[in-house]
């Protein structure tokens, strides 16, 4: 059996731990899940740099094909299934810009579907520049048409695709300070 004043000292070590765990215990959480936050806040940021990406490459298919009955022209089920060969031939700029859409929600599964999309068909010179920052049809981008809604897209053009999401933070206490963050992704590619 240890002396009394041993053991006093022990219990006094062990209440000083106890305090000490205590105190560390909610700093370290915010340490992790602030972690964790930051984890997530990149792989959305990646998710829809991608989303874009696959966005402009299905734009780039499918603008210089907006309005055109051909032979060629399929749906996207038939070419899938049964003309994989064939093109996909929007018949508006609305039922493209719901294919370019759906390309952008195929990829950003994870993170429940984007909504805020922009499109812009420019020609990529001095005179008609792609948009840059953040743009939307209404600062820099033409949603591909004209003022009459006709579809302006040609082959050789670049297309562009901006897509929005807004980020909530999870963490309690860095929620407070930071709220949500907005996001977005953009992509350029040459109209085949």
Known sequence: MAPPAVAKRRERQDGQTLVEFALVLPIFLLVVFGLLDVGRLVFT????????????????????????????CATPAEIASTRPGGHVCPTDVAEFRANVLDAVNRMTVTLGPITALHLSCNAGDLADPAPTGAWTEGTGGNGCQD??????????????????????????????????????????MTIN
């Not at 829809?48 to 051909?70: D, H, M, N, P, Y």
């Not at 579809?151 to 949500?180: C, H, K, M, Q």
């Open 45 to 72: 940021n990646s998710a829809l740099s991608q989303a874009a990406r696959e966005g402009a490459r299905l734009a780039a298919t499918e603008a210089g094909w907006i309005g055109v009955t051909a032979p060629s």
């Open 147 to 188: 003022g009459s809604g006709a579809a302006i897209a040609s082959s050789g053009d670049l297309v562009s695709v901006r897509v929005e999401y807004t980020y909530g933070v999870f963490t309690p206490i860095i929620n407070t300070f930071l709220g949500s963050v907005p996001l977005s992704g953009a992509a350029s």
